[in-house]
């Protein structure tokens, strides 16, 4: 069995930035990964990143600051707790949101490009959602990296268990798919430590079984296959502290750069809600509508400059040569949608940078109005994209056991990690988080963990009052209930 000092189990953003770093903190790194290419799947998201006090805030003179983006996130859990009590891991996220500049300078290092800051005041005070120009940059970039660090790299390669020696993780076993022949299982063993960033749950029936309400277990899916979960049973088998698991975020699926050129009506022709706005907030304005259903509208040079994110769509796009014909397709009122449509024009043409209709703040640059026919619309489809779930952390990325203790030799980062995904409504958290902790994570295999104490604490929800408590009662389960 080869010996390495750090196995990474995933080759998205975090298991990327893991690996990397562990190797610049002077170990021997070998990276696992489950598809044939790097970039898990952040390669398929629009590539938003929230980042805060970065050389782009400072070029477009924005002022931002840790604490800025803490009262934002605390402003985003009490939304969230509405919904019921959830763990946050304040000290984590707030530790993200300091080392998250670090991150930006490393991606610009490596020649990764930023587009633009995004504008989204009903998620953050200031402007810090960066947009990157293309998101499959993050696994070409660090795909170069590695090569040059040397970093062994396994493609097509599944971790099957964790090795264990008295308790620690200490290496894994693992299955590599040939073409057309029967896998070949290995083991590879790890001197300082395994990290778990196999990325979320969404594409694993059992999990979702598990902690998804019955009727969205079959629901539609937005990812790659590779996020399964894995990562979480691997852990979980070691005694990891599996927190937030019942927490998955519906969303309607469409990449965020669509989005932006497209707006949504109902049948009645009518928009019916902020298209750019927050996830939970698109999910209730659909299903308010009547049946349920709803459509985005683009023109054809949206279209034809973004073919490659309508792909990506749940269902081939309706064209039609007007916008008449258009309504007719998916049974909308024809009048009202091309009014719909003028109203969108005329408020696009006039400067200001608020929607009046559904408060959509728009972006001074790249506006485009929907005047180019043909027109198409893409029916509006609920899925599942991100899962909030994973382990119990400590601030250097170990794996807690469900009674507060480190797991020895055992991390995770991304969304195999669950206590900073509750506030990912905010939106841009996912991907920027992930590269964060996997900075972390690699230095810390490498080096030890340090001995700072586990802070994360549960969020509370509202406290209960007393009218709202039934009268207890004690009852014996041998004694027949009498008759009523």
């Given amino acids: 069995m080869k010996r390495y000092d750090v196995i990474v189990v995933g080759g998205g953003p975090g298991g990327l930035a893991a690996a990397a770093s562990a190797v610049e903190a002077g170990g021997i790194v070998l990276l696992i990964e489950s598809l044939d290419t790097l970039g898990g799947n952040a390669s398929h998201s629009t590539g938003y990143l929230v980042m805060v006090g970065t050389a782009l805030q400072r070029q477009h003179q924005v002022s931002d600051s840790v604490a800025d983006f803490m009262a934002d996130g605390e402003r985003q859990i009490r939304l969230e707790l509405e919904n019921g009590p959830m763990i946050w891991d304040r000290e984590l996220t707030e530790l993200y949101a300091r080392e998250s500049a670090a991150t930006y300078d490393e991606l610009t290092a490596m020649g990764v490009r930023f587009s633009r800051l995004l504008a989204k005041p009903s998620q953050h005070r200031n402007d810090r959602m960066h947009a990157l120009e293309d998101p499959a940059q993050l696994g070409a970039a660090y795909a170069a990296r590695l090569e040059t660090l040397g970093v062994e790299v396994l493609y097509n390669t599944d971790v099957t268990r964790l090795i264990t020696t008295e308790g620690r993780a200490t290496g894994v076993a693992f299955e590599t798919r040939g073409a057309g022949g029967s ?104 299903a308010a509508q009547p049946g349920g259903t709803g459509h985005y509208i683009i023109d054809a040079a949206t279209f034809r400059t973004k073919s490659a994110l ?42 200001a940078q608020t929607d009046p209709v559904t408060g959509r703040t728009i972006l001074p640059k ?119």
């Fill in 183 to 286: 896998p070949r299982t290995g083991s590879a063993g790890a001197q300082r430590g395994v990290i778990l960033a196999t990325g979320g749950y969404q594409g694993s029936y059992e999990l979702r079984r598990r902690h998804q309400k019955a009727e969205e277990i079959n629901g539609y899916l937005s990812g790659v296959r590779s996020c399964r979960g894995m990562g979480h049973v691997l852990g979980a088998a070691m005694g990891g502290d599996l927190i937030n698991m019942d927490y998955i975020q519906p969303m309607i699926v469409i990449p965020s750069l669509l989005a932006e050129d497209a707006i949504a009506v109902n049948r009645a022709g009518e928009r019916f809600h902020d298209e750019t706005g927050k996830y939970g907030d698109r999910v209730k304005g659909l």
């Fill in 310 to 351: 309508v792909a990506t769509m749940p269902e081939p796009p309706i064209e039609a040569p007007t916008l008449s014909a258009l309504a007719e397709a998916i049974d909308c009122d024809p009048a009202t949608l091309q009014t719909t449509v003028k109203t969108w024009n005329g408020f696009l043409a006039g400067g």
């Fill in 366 to 484: 790249g506006r485009r109005p929907l005047r180019d026919a043909p027109f198409y619309a893409l029916r509006m489809v609920r899925a599942t994209t991100f899962t909030w779930g994973g382990f119990a952390v400590t601030r250097d990325m170990q794996v807690v056991d469900v009674m507060g203790d480190p797991v020895d030799g055992l991390f995770a980062v991304g969304d195999t990690t669950g206590g900073i995904n509750v506030i990912s409504g905010m939106g841009g958290t996912h991907i920027a988080s992930a590269l964060v902790q996997g900075r972390l994570a690699g230095r810390a295999a490498v080096a030890g963990p340090s001995a700072l104490p586990h802070l994360t604490a549960p969020a509370q929800s509202r406290p209960f009052e007393a009218k709202t408590l039934p009268k207890m009662v004690l009852f014996d389960l041998n004694t027949p209930e009498p008759d009523r």
